[in-house]
């Protein structure tokens, strides 16, 4: 199962275009009152970022047609929740890079939002773009007991018992020695979650049965801690140029990380396993899921 590397380049880039042009068409206007807070939101949402939670929608979704071509209710329903990933992630970054929290001045290659802006900008930046993703997820043409799946779905994943969540115990762990299970447990609520939630959000709109539903569950899990492997290998192993975000940082501000806990060459391995364990869980989704096989490939292959 998979496709060829450059197929799955080619469509990687096309997704990866196709959803700058979705979120410039989503986002409210330069122009538009308060003008200085809408450019904020544009600068933190356009122009950069690899939109894997997006492109993890589109392969979940392609995954659970087998191949069909989505009507245009579900190809409009899969735009949208992966628009809303999108900025839900967005806003996680505009917040993270703050003073109060990791004090970044460095994001996709360019100055974090508060440096861009300044820090209440950002911060209501952050603000707006949280309802919006749920505004676009609300207006998708499907079935209204899945909107509510969806809509429930991701708030979960977003909140203290998600995203919200890990991201309070990353601030609580600096300079403490997690063990490998409590740093598991971090990430899969501060990174995991919201991956996960991007693949079966895929599923959810596109009609996945309960037995699809739980192989993408099983994917996300293993494609969600692998991301942070990467994540954490990544940053003692590329520069900062390379990276786009300033490099070393989780070392020098005393985080621990899977490379910290486990060391290099563990943690390496670690991602191998994870990584197998991404394809075996969709292994029954046969060709259907050769992009969601990419996608991992991806992940664990990237430069930045």
């Known amino acids: 199962m998979g496709v ?13 275009q196709h959803m700058e042009q979705v979120l410039a068409s989503m986002l409210p206007a330069e122009d538009v009152k308060p003008q200085r807070l809408h450019q904020a939101i544009r600068y933190a949402v356009l122009g950069g970022g690899k939109r894997v939670r ?20 579900q190809e409009k329903a899969l735009d949208l929740a992966a628009a809303a ?27 974090t939002v508060h440096i861009q802006f300044d820090e209440a900008t950002a911060m209501l930046a952050g603000d707006a773009l949280q309802p919006l993703a749920f505004e676009l997820l609300a207006s998708m043409p499907v079935a209204p007991a899945l909107t509510v799946q969806a809509v429930t779905l991701l708030a979960k994943a977003a909140g203290s018992m998600g995203m919200a969540g890990g991201q309070a115990i990353d601030c609580e762990s600096v300079g403490v020695a997690l063990n490998l299970e409590q740093l598991q447990e971090m990430h899969r609520l501060k990174t995991g979650a919201m991956l996960k939630t991007s693949i079966v959000l895929g599923g959810i709109v596109a009609g996945a049965s309960s037995t699809q539903r739980q192989m993408l569950n099983d994917y996300g899990n293993a494609m969600g801690l692998g991301f942070q492997v990467m994540d954490d290998i990544l940053d003692v192993t590329a ?26 060459d563990e943690a390496k391995a670690f991602l191998a396993s994870l990584h197998e364990q991404s394809r075996m869980a969709i292994r029954a989704l046969g060709n259907g899921g050769q992009y969601l096989s990419y996608m991992a490939d991806y992940i664990v292959g990237r430069a930045y």
């Not at 799955?8 to 990866?16: D, T």
């Open 239 to 264: 520069d900062t140029q390379t990276l786009g975000k300033t490099a070393g940082k989780d070392a020098v501000d005393n985080k621990p990380t899977y490379v910290s806990v486990m060391g290099l």
């Open 54 to 73: 997006a492109a993890l929608v589109y392969a979940a979704g392609e995954a659970v047609l087998q191949g069909a071509a989505p009507t245009a209710a």
């Open 4 to 16: 060829e590397k450059t197929v799955g380049e080619a469509w990687l880039q096309e997704r990866v």
């Open 85 to 111: 990933v999108e900025l839900i992630h967005a806003y996680s970054l505009v917040h993270d890079d703050l003073p109060c929290m990791d004090d970044d001045t460095l994001r996709r290659g360019r100055p």
